[in-house]
């Protein structure tokens, strides 16, 4: 099939007709640093930086590189793809001399002088892309295995980088492609008995094949997103219940300060932590309370705003003072959060569990039950741990994978939103194409939802792309990648 991707109009994608170089290695001290150019003069300019005349595909030279007077900028390895063998599928050099900020750009500068030009964040990427040596899940597989926060991220961004994400979807475009030819085949010939898709079910199993593999696909992909993009989970309650000593518990190091002294913590305080291979993006946030203290109230504040802004929402409080007389932690909730949230994403954390024998305390609901009920049969869960002993941390972390989904197959992949919505997408024009064929027997429409499918499909790795979507993902690449 024949891409009708155009070149992105975004300033962020410079023009292929250049010839660009840019550091590709972290700017600071170290031993090894190495500039990348690409381009139709990124060969000569390798030959004017060293004096040499002729380098050889894949194989390092040593050189000195030189400035226009003749004096040594730096010495080095220099390596050479030649095109179409090469990662942007240009000639492409790279200079690998010695790290320090100053070095590199003293020669970064000495190939602008040569007729280089700056890349802009992931034009080396997007010319590769350009170029058909990757497609646009390979490219974005390549930043994120860059960010990757655990190692089954970046397990899983090189299995995408290497095509296997890519071959799923390619083999669901080929299938959507035969099932078009066939009702488009079927309409411009109502005549041929053999082609009578409306009543001999051939097209309705093949349909209803691909729409069992879409739903894989799908879960599989939802798996990818959690590794890539984690979750942000945002610590709730009451001073001194327990939140910053509970942030410090699953980081495993002292990030929060915390004090017998209520109002320790007024501001947010963000931490990244990996619990089972899932990433938590963790908040910690100011204890509410009603107070005059100025400081206290804008934390307060902020605080409310994480917390409508959380993907799941840990209410902690102290089982030894934060619930008296016939209140539940629901209540609490209710007040503290302005209205109960739903219960996919609220986990309650009851902390001081291994003080539940010594509180005198009685509540409507057991301390020690992991349900709470509520109306409308919606179920609550709570976890009782202690963020002194470490007790119940480990049922906290399998909540957390729990209520978000999170349980990745041993060869997961990264996904991204962007194709969590493309997926959706085609499951509803597929939808769309099963309904006009069972229920309406309305050909021309089956074969419109078809075709919408494929356009949605065809979205994830490249094949029809908007020219600002492109921009957008390029453009959030590494200068230099």
Request: charged share 20%.
């Amino acid at each position: 099939m024949n891409s009708i991707t155009t070149k992105p109009t975004d300033s962020s994608v410079l023009s292929v007709s250049t010839t660009i170089a840019a550091i590709a290695t972290p700017l600071g001290r170290g031993g090894v640093g190495i500039i990348r150019l690409s381009g139709s003069k990124a060969y000569a300019i390798a030959c004017l930086l060293t004096g040499k005349t002729e380098f050889t595909p894949r194989l390092a030279s040593f050189c000195r590189f030189y400035q226009a007077d003749g004096t040594v900028v730096d010495e080095g390895l220099v390596l050479y793809f030649k095109a179409p063998h090469s990662f942007t599928g240009e000639d492409v050099i790279e200079l690998q001399g010695h790290g320090g900020v100053i070095l590199q750009n003293q020669l970064l500068a000495r190939a602008f002088e040569l007729g280089a030009k700056q890349a802009s964040a992931g034009e080396f990427s997007y010319r590769a892309f350009d170029n058909d040596k990757i497609d646009l899940l390979q490219a974005e597989a390549i930043a994120d295995a860059i960010d990757a926060t655990s190692a089954a991220a970046a397990s899983s961004a090189i299995r995408s980088l290497s095509g296997e994400f890519s071959q799923k979807i390619n083999q669901l475009l080929e299938q959507l492609i035969h099932l078009r030819l066939h009702v488009e085949a079927a309409i411009d010939f109502p005549d041929e008995e053999d082609v009578d898709f409306l009543s001999d079910g051939v097209i309705q199993g093949k349909l209803e094949q691909v729409q069992a593999q879409i739903q894989q696909v799908l879960a599989t992909a939802k798996q990818g997103q959690l590794l890539r993009d984690g979750i942000h989970v945002v610590l709730a309650g009451r001073p001194n219940a327990g939140k910053s000593s509970l942030l410090n518990r699953l980081a495993g190091q002292e990030r929060a300060i915390v004090t017998e002294v209520a109002g320790t913590t007024r501001d947010t305080l963000q931490e990244t932590v990996v619990l089972n291979g899932l990433t938590l993006h963790l908040t910690d946030t100011a204890g509410l309370r009603d107070t005059e203290d100025t400081v206290e109230r804008i934390g307060i504040a902020r605080a409310h705003t994480a917390i409508t802004q959380a993907d799941m929402l840990l209410l902690v409080y102290d089982v030894t003072r934060d619930i008296a007389g016939d209140s539940t932690p629901l209540q609490l909730a209710e007040q503290l959060f302005g209205k109960l949230p739903e219960p996919e994403r609220l986990l309650i954390i009851a902390n001081k569990s291994d003080l539940i024998s010594q509180s005198k305390m009685e509540t409507t609901e057991p301390l020690s039950s992991t349900i709470i009920h509520y109306a409308n049969n919606k179920d609550y869960e709570q976890v009782n741990v202690s963020c002194e002993t470490g007790a119940g941390i480990e049922d906290l972390t399998a909540a957390l994978c729990a209520k978000v989904g999170f349980h990745p197959p041993e060869n997961s992949l990264i996904a991204r939103t962007r194709h969590l919505d493309a997926l959706r997408r085609t499951t509803d024009y597929l939808f769309e194409a099963h309904e006009q064929l069972t229920v309406f027997q309305a050909g021309e429409l089956v074969a419109e939802s078809l075709r919408q499918a494929q356009i949605s499909l065809g979205e994830i790795t490249g094949e029809f792309s908007a020219d600002d979507l492109l921009g957008k993902i390029f453009g959030s690449f590494c200068i230099g990648k």
